[in-house]
C-alpha cells in the first residue's frame, strides 16, 4: 500500500470534532493530512470507494488480555492482534496478569517490542499497580512508564489493601496515567461462581452479591476525591455501581469507567445449563442492573466500552462449572453485538457508539488516537452498518472460541482497519 490514502465519500463519524456527513479523507504518510468535500486524490494514493459506510477514528480497546507471556496456548500478542483488526480495532491495552505479570520494566519493553514486530494493531502495555499483583508492595511505575505503560492495574486482582490503593493513586500522578481498577471485595466473593440470585439458588451454585463490587467502587471513588488521582473503573455491571459513578462525576472526581458487550447485551440466564461460556467476573447480573448499565453508557457515566476479551482454551472451559475460568473473547465480536443490541435498540446512536469505542478509550488513557483531526495519527476504522452475519468461532482469528455469542445474527460489521495509514486488515 503506498504512502497515501484517500477514503473517499464515507460518512464520517467523528464525535471528537462533532462530525457526522459524506466527506473524504487523505491519509498521508501515517496521519491525517486533510478531511472534507471532493478532495482531489494526490498521484500514487490508493482510492478507497467508502460509499455506505461509516468511516471512523480507529477503535481502541483499553481491556485485553493477549496471554503472552505464559500462556501462549491461549493467546499470543500476535493472534490477538489479529483478532483486534479483525474486529475494527486499531489499537489494546494488554492487561499484565500474565506469567509472570508485567511489573517491571523489561517486562513492559517485552510488551511493546512483540506489538511492534505483529504490525497489526498497536499494543500498549498496562504495568501492574504491585509487585507480582501480590497486593503488598508498589511495582515501580515510572520506570515502567519509561519503558512504555499507559497505566497500571492488578486487574484480576482487586487490590484490597486501601493504603496500598491510595498510594497508587497519589503515586500515578507524577505519570499523568490512571489507575485501573477491577472492583471486587474477595471476601465477599470468593469461592462464588455468578450472580447471587434466585437463578443462582437454583443451579445450586454460590453466588457473588452485587455488593461484592459496589463496595470496592465507593472505596475506589472515595480514594480517587481524596487523592486527585484518576481512577479508571473496569467492567461496570451494577446498577448501584453506575450511580456510584454518575454522582462521583457530578462531584468533580476523576473517575473513568468501561462497560463491556456482556454486561449490556447478556443477563444471568445466559448461565442456565451451567453454560461456561457465559461465567464471567463480574458475573452477568439480573435485567435491572443491564439496563442500568446501559443508561450508564448512554448519558457518560459509563465513557468506555471495553470487550475484557479473556481467551481459555477449548478444554479449560469445558470443565465443570465451578472450575471453569471466567470471561470470553470480545474483540471480534464487539461492533456486531453493539450495532445489533445497543444502537438497534435505540439506547445510543452511532455517534454515541464511536465515541464510546474510540474517543473516550483515547481519552481515558491519553492514548494518540480517538480522532479524525488533521495531523493526528492515521488510525481510522470502516464499518458497514448494513452487513448481516454469524458468528461462528471457527472464523475468529483468535487462538481460543469460548463466546456465549455463537450463532448470533447480528448486523453491521468493520469493513476495514487502517493502522497508521496502512490497511492492515479487509474483509
Not at 473517499?8 to 468535500?37: C, F, N, T, W, Y
Not at 454460590?206 to 481524596?226: F, M, T, Y
Not at 470502516?382 to 452475519?389: A, K, M, N
Request: net charge negative.
Amino acid at each position: 500500500m503506498s504512502a497515501k490514502a484517500l477514503l473517499k465519500s464515507g460518512r464520517v463519524v467523528d464525535p471528537s470534532q462533532d462530525l457526522d456527513e459524506i466527506l473524504d479523507l487523505l491519509l498521508v504518510d501515517g496521519i491525517v493530512a486533510s478531511i472534507g468535500k471532493d478532495i482531489s486524490a494526490p498521484e500514487d494514493a490508493d482510492v478507497i470507494d467508502c460509499s455506505g459506510l461509516i468511516v471512523s477514528p480507529g477503535l481502541i480497546d483499553v481491556h485485553v488480555h493477549l496471554r503472552e507471556p505464559g500462556e501462549e496456548h491461549k493467546e499470543t500478542i500476535e493472534t490477538g492482534v489479529q483478532a483486534a483488526v479483525a474486529g475494527g480495532y486499531t489499537a489494546v491495552c494488554a492487561m499484565p496478569n500474565t506469567d509472570p505479570p508485567i511489573d517491571d520494566p523489561a517486562a513492559v519493553g517485552f510488551i511493546v517490542a512483540e506489538g511492534r514486530k505483529a504490525q497489526a494493531a498497536r499494543v500498549y502495555p498496562v504495568g501492574c499497580i504491585s509487585v507480582q499483583r501480590a497486593g503488598e508492595n508498589l511495582a515501580p511505575i515510572g520506570e515502567m512508564v519509561d519503558a512504555g505503560a499507559v497505566a497500571i492495574t492488578d486487574d484480576g486482582n482487586p487490590v484490597m489493601n486501601s493504603g496500598l490503593m491510595r498510594l497508587a493513586l497519589e503515586y500515578a500522578q507524577a505519570f499523568g496515567i490512571p489507575v485501573a481498577d477491577h472492583p471486587e471485595d474477595l471476601g465477599l466473593s470468593a469461592g462464588r461462581h455468578m450472580n447471587e440470585s434466585i437463578v443462582s439458588t437454583r443451579l445450586g451454585l454460590a453466588g457473588k452479591p452485587n455488593a461484592a463490587e459496589e463496595v470496592h467502587i465507593v472505596r475506589d471513588l472515595l480514594l480517587a476525591e481524596l487523592t486527585g488521582g484518576q481512577i479508571h473503573l473496569q467492567h461496570i455491571s451494577t446498577e448501584f455501581g453506575v450511580d456510584a459513578i454518575r454522582q462521583a462525576k457530578a462531584r468533580g472526581v476523576r473517575v473513568t469507567a468501561e462497560a463491556s458487550p456482556h454486561h449490556l447485551v447478556l443477563t444471568e440466564e445466559a448461565v442456565e445449563g451451567y453454560r461456561t461460556e457465559a461465567k464471567m467476573n463480574p458475573p452477568l447480573r439480573t435485567a435491572k442492573d443491564v439496563a442500568a448499565v446501559r443508561a450508564g453508557l448512554a448519558d457518560g457515566s459509563l465513557d468506555v466500552i471495553a470487550t475484557d476479551h479473556a481467551p481459555h482454551h477449548y478444554d479449560e472451559k469445558e470443565s465443570a462449572f465451578e472450575d471453569a475460568p471466567n470471561g470470553l473473547v470480545g474483540l471480534e465480536t464487539a461492533i456486531g453485538i453493539i450495532m445489533t443490541d445497543i444502537v438497534s435498540e435505540g439506547v445510543i446512536d452511532i455517534a454515541t457508539m464511536i465515541d464510546r469505542m474510540s474517543c473516550g478509550p483515547a481519552r481515558a488513557f491519553g492514548l494518540p488516537g480517538g480522532t479524525l483531526s488533521e495531523g493526528a495519527v492515521g488510525d481510522v476504522t470502516v464499518i458497514d452498518p448494513d452487513l448481516g452475519w454469524t458468528v461462528d468461532p471457527n472464523a475468529f482469528r483468535s487462538k481460543s472460541q469460548n463466546t456465549p455469542f455463537t450463532g448470533r445474527e447480528l448486523k453491521g460489521a468493520p469493513n476495514r482497519t487502517i493502522v497508521g495509514g496502512r490497511t492492515v486488515w479487509t474483509r
